[in-house]
Structures are given as structure tokens and as C-alpha cells.
């Protein structure tokens, strides 16, 4: 069972649209990140956080350490921000330092 | 810039050959990581490496096999390529120290014929 969720799988928005992922999971972690991922592959690093919330331009991502759940915003989304978004976890129980769990992604297709 | 660069970013192979995926990271992080991500599956853990000859089975580690000789370079080899190991293979680095932010290479997309 995969310990990170995320929701919705696939999301389609028209461009100037506020968008919303959505991240749970199932115990206390030390930090979340949001990664984003275009098409070709590459992976970069948003977001780090692990209480609160934190903005980078258009994006904002916040957390509910009560609620163990965490949302990626997207403001006024343009056709650039077509990508695979990324929840990933460190535990606070782990098995081996720096690991992450990984959610199984967000793909976002923003349409012009 | 942290940088973290990958041999090939697309390799085909056939059934049953020996392949060797290269890692490299500039930043002296201990950790290391591969991972191979398939569609509707996200990304799991083959191997990880935190020191140098120091290797951790991650969730998927049958049929593959890792070497860190050196603190920069990771390595995953598949000893005998099957197709089921058709995949896009990315490799990560990070400090284990502090927020433990992975850094990617750009992933080596793998078909086995």
C-alpha cells in the first residue's frame, strides 16, 4: 500500500485557472517536498517544507501536519506549467536516512 | 548548482546483455539513489549508496546491482537486461544532513528489445 496519496491523478485546466493538488499520508513525517517534472524526464526540487506554508511565485504549498496533508496552488496557470507534479515524504520512522516515499504524481495538462 | 549528470538519456539494449547505468554528482553528497519510475507506478527505490562502497537494497532491487567506488559516481548495472526492465531510470543525490533535498539527474530512458 502507497503510504503517499495524491489526488487528482490526471487534472486538465484551461490556462488562467487556479489549480489545487492534493497530498495525505498515513504517519508523522520530518518534511515533505513537491517536485515537478516535465516532460523529457528531468526532476526538480519546488518545494521543502514541514509545517506552514511556503510561495514561489505562482505556486504556493502548504501543510496540515495534524491532518497529515499537504496541497500544491497553482495561480493563473499557463500552458508552461504542464507537468507531472510530485508529493514525496521523509518519515520521521525511516529505515535509512534520506529516504523519500514518492505519491504516484499529479499530471497536469494546462490548455491555452 | 548542484549538478547531477546520467551517461546516456537513451539506451536500447536487447535481451540478456549486461548494461551499465552511470551516475555523477558534483556536490559531494554522501547519498545516492536509483530509482525507476513507470507509468501509473511512480518512482521506487532500487538501490541506495550513503558512503562510498556502502549499498541498501531499496523496494525493487532484483535484477539489478549497484557499485560506488567513488564518493561522485554511482553506478547500476543490470546483469542480464529482461524487457520487463524497459523503464525511465533516474538517479538522485543528497546530503544526508539538514532537509535531505534529492537532486536528479535527467534519467536514462531504458528499452530492452
Known amino acids: 500500500k502507497n503510504e503517499v496519496e495524491q489526488s487528482p491523478q490526471n487534472l486538465t485546466a484551461q490556462e488562467g485557472e487556479f489549480i489545487t493538488i492534493n497530498c495525505s499520508y498515513s504517519v508523522g513525517i520530518s518534511a515533505l517536498h513537491w517536485l515537478q517534472q516535465h516532460p523529457g524526464g528531468g526532476i526538480v526540487s519546488l518545494f521543502m517544507?514541514?509545517?506552514g506554508k511556503k510561495k514561489h511565485g505562482r505556486l504556493i504549498a502548504t501543510i496540515n501536519i495534524q491532518e497529515k496533508h499537504s496541497s500544491l496552488h497553482i495561480t493563473a496557470s499557463h500552458p508552461r506549467d504542464s507537468a507531472v507534479y510530485i508529493c514525496?515524504?521523509?518519515?520521521?520512522?525511516?529505515?535509512?536516512?534520506?529516504?523519500?516515499?514518492f505519491g504516484k504524481g499529479t499530471k497536469l495538462s494546462v490548455k491555452p | 548548482d548542484v549538478k547531477v549528470t546520467q551517461s546516456s538519456r537513451y539506451l536500447v539494449k536487447r535481451t540478456g546483455e549486461k548494461v551499465f547505468l552511470e551516475c555523477v554528482q558534483d556536490?559531494?553528497?554522501?547519498?545516492m539513489f536509483w530509482y525507476r519510475q513507470d507509468p501509473g507506478l511512480g518512482l521506487r527505490l532500487i538501490y541506495f549508496?550513503?558512503?562510498?562502497?556502502?549499498?541498501e537494497k531499496g523496494d525493487i532491487p532484483e535484477g539489478y546491482s549497484v557499485s560506488r567506488e567513488k564518493k561522485e559516481r554511482f553506478s547500476l548495472i543490470l546483469e542480464s537486461a529482461s524487457t520487463n526492465q524497459t523503464s525511465m531510470y533516474l538517479c538522485?543525490?543528497?546530503?544526508?544532513?539538514?532537509?535531505?533535498?534529492?537532486?536528479f539527474g535527467p534519467g536514462t530512458r531504458l528499452t530492452v528489445l
Open positions: 517544507l514541514s509545517s
Open positions: 556536490m559531494d553528497h554522501e547519498n
Open positions: 538522485a543525490s543528497s546530503s544526508p544532513w539538514g532537509t535531505v533535498e534529492q537532486f
Open positions: 514525496a515524504v521523509r518519515f520521521r520512522v525511516i529505515k535509512s536516512q534520506g529516504n523519500l516515499i
Open positions: 549508496s550513503y558512503d562510498v562502497k556502502m549499498k
